[in-house]
């Protein structure tokens, strides 16, 4: 017959104690701080959620997409598909994909990480990200948010793509490279510019860290950021990775403005 050690007979008593401590703490963390639709505040039933009005709203881009933008198309052409915008205007990353479109509701969950401080936003994001940008992961050799210029940075407080990149990287296991791409020239801020005044904007912007120039070569990347409007700043990153000698450079946004039927200016 074999008797329990007083350890084994502690250690068993003691997780139900502590998982009615946690459960204790969560239910006063709710009481303290109510969970809230991250789009519209109204309340929910868990943190991280959006409440059913705002579910509904919310303009996820599904397939069928061009290959290339990663737009709609309006029917499923097969795999490989390109829309008349990627023939006519190649992009200069291989493949772009975003979780939602936009929209009134994207806007306002973008505008929330960016601008509200509400960090809690990237937790939610990062996962649509994950699963809209699963073929762009799957042997991606890192993750490469799009950076702030450190006047900026320290402005804000934080970076609104570093924190998707990291809840990524958590997510996917994916490496995450936060410090790879610098930006070393502070431009105008791009809302409401042209695509070409965006371009000229962020031309010479970004410099690859001195100590990994040889590290991008032959690598698979994934370019991290929170919305793609034109794309100037997102192709001004891939012109420097790809002079470096990175194999494959795409891009993986939580929202992207989609114009007319499924056409983006990038």
Not at 171 to 177: I, P, R, W, Y
Not at 204 to 220: L, N, S
Not at 224 to 250: F, S
């Amino acid at each position: 017959m074999t008797g329990e050690s007083d350890t084994e007979t502690d250690t068993r008593t003691a997780v139900p104690i502590r998982r009615r401590l946690a459960q204790g703490g969560a239910r006063l963390f709710d009481w303290l701080l109510p969970p809230l639709c991250l789009a519209c505040r109204n309340p929910v039933g868990s943190h991280h959620a959006l409440c059913p009005a705002c579910w509904r709203d919310v303009a996820f881009i599904t397939a069928p997409v061009c290959e290339r933008l990663g737009t709609p198309l309006a029917f499923d052409l097969g795999p490989g598909a390109l829309s008349p915008a990627a023939i006519a205007q190649p992009p200069a990353f291989d493949r772009a994909r975003a979780a939602f479109r936009f929209d009134a509701v994207g806007r306002a969950l973008v505008h929330a990480l960016k601008y509200g401080d509400r960090l809690e936003v990237a937790v939610a994001l990062s996962a649509w990200m994950a699963r809209s940008g699963r073929e762009l992961l799957a042997d991606a050799d890192a993750l490469v948010p799009v950076p702030l210029h450190w006047t900026r940075l320290v402005s804000r407080r934080f970076n609104q793509a570093a924190e998707l990149t990291r809840h990524l990287s958590a997510l996917t296991g994916v490496a995450n490279e936060p410090l790879l791409l610098k930006r070393v020239r502070r431009t105008r801020h791009q809302v409401g510019l042209t695509r070409a005044q965006r371009l000229e904007n962020v031309t010479g912007a970004f410099r690859i860290a001195e100590d990994q120039k040889g590290w991008v070569t032959g690598k698979r990347l994934v370019l991290v950021d929170d919305v793609l409007t034109t794309g100037a700043t997102l192709e001004a990153c891939c012109r420097v990775l790809r002079r470096a000698g990175a194999a494959r450079i795409d891009v993986l946004t939580a929202a992207r403005v989609v114009e007319g039927h499924g056409a983006v200016h990038i």
